[in-house]
């Protein structure tokens, strides 16, 4: 599942599927998501301006 998420330079399109976790460290003003590629597993940790809250609710109208 795709969601368009957006960090500084605005929208970036993530691929859910591929995300290991999220999170939101006090205090901090971005998300932090981590995503794996099944094939290579490389990692990519991205930031973003949307709180996990909004995230799942993104996810939860699917």
């Known amino acids: 599942m795709w969601l368009e998420l ?3 330079n605005g ?3 993530v691929n859910m599927d591929t995300v290991t976790h999220f999170q939101r460290v ?3 003003r971005r ?3 981590v995503t ?3 094939k290579s597993g490389t990692c990519v940790t991205l930031q973003v301006n949307e709180s996990p809250d909004e ?3 993104m996810i939860g109208e699917y």
């Open 31 to 33: 998300t932090t998501l």
């Open 26 to 28: 006090e205090g901090q």
């Open 6 to 8: 957006h960090d500084s």
């Open 11 to 13: 929208p970036i399109f």
């Open 55 to 57: 995230i799942m609710g």
């Open 36 to 38: 794996c590629a099944t």
